[in-house]
């Protein structure tokens, strides 16, 4: 792997650790909170190989991928993608649990699903947890399914009346201490995030692949924004087997 931007470039072996971490952690000195979005697409766009982001995964993806939740206080997600990927809770290995107490950090940070109240109270990712999980959804979903997540070992966080309230929902996980979120999808979230502003910086590995088909892509919603977002870019990796990991931050931002 090496690292092309910033300059000056300079290789980064699979035991620097330091190096990787110095660019992917959440820089809290430059915002209250701070919201990464982690993908993997392939190099004309698509997200997924037969519904799944597995498919286009490399190793360096994953390497990276892994920082985001092992340096996050709390890993964001929609009800869409933690059932089609059924989603368990965070493990961290010995490595990571080592990266994490270096950093300070909890043991493993919770999911925070966020759903109209259609998530299963059994789903992977309420119920195959080592911490318990937050669904995070509107005072609109029905109170026999609130009570049913709680009954799985779920806290629940009501932002919002009829439809989930995003900046309200984030704005309540930072004074939970949640300050350090990695969004992993899916595009209709990172769409909504992306509407509402809440985005500070999109992690995007590209893979050397393409995949072409109806596939999806990173964000979507039913109508386009009412602007662009601009986004500078702050690091960017090439891997030996040709995988590129940008990381983008959004203008205006210190990084």
């Known amino acids: 792997m090496h690292q092309v931007w910033p300059l000056p470039g300079r290789p980064i072996d699979d035991r620097d650790d330091g190096a ?8 809290l000195d430059a915002a209250d909170r701070w919201l990464a979005v982690n993908f993997v697409s392939s190099l004309d766009g698509g997200i997924e190989v037969d519904g799944r982001s597995a498919g286009l995964s490399t190793p360096a993806d994953r390497r990276v991928f892994a920082l985001g939740h092992d340096l996050a206080d709390v890993v964001l997600l929609g009800s869409g993608t933690a059932l089609a990927e059924d989603y368990p ?3 961290p ?11 300070g950090l909890s043991p493993a940070p919770p999911l925070a699903v966020v759903t109209s ?16 999980s937050i669904v995070v959804t509107s005072a609109a979903a029905p109170a026999e399914q609130q009570e049913a997540w709680r009954a799985a070992g779920a806290q629940v966080l009501l932002a919002g009346d009829e439809a989930v309230d995003l ?19 899916g595009p209709g979230l990172v769409g909504t995030l992306l509407h509402d502003d809440l985005v500070d910086e999109l992690r995007l590995s590209i893979a050397p692949m393409a995949v072409a088909g109806r596939a999806g892509r990173v964000a979507t919603s039913a109508e386009p924004l009412d602007a ?9 990796l090439v891997d030996d087997d040709g995988t590129l990991l940008v990381r983008y931050v959004r203008a205006g931002l210190r990084r």
Not at 93 to 103: K, L
Not at 117 to 132: E, K
Not at 167 to 185: Q, S
Not at 229 to 236: D, K, M, Q, T
Request: aromatic share 6%.
């Open 20 to 27: 990787l971490e110095e660019l992917y952690r959440y820089p």
């Open 89 to 91: 809770g965070l493990r």
């Open 93 to 103: 290995d010995a490595r990571a649990a080592d990266r994490r107490r270096r950093h």
């Open 117 to 132: 109240g259609s998530l299963p109270a059994d789903a992977t990712s309420l119920v195959d947890v080592l911490v318990p």
């Open 167 to 185: 900046p309200t929902a984030l704005a309540r996980l930072a004074d939970d201490g949640y300050r350090r979120i990695d969004c992993e999808g």
């Open 228 to 236: 662009p977002r601009g986004f500078e870019v702050a690091s960017l």
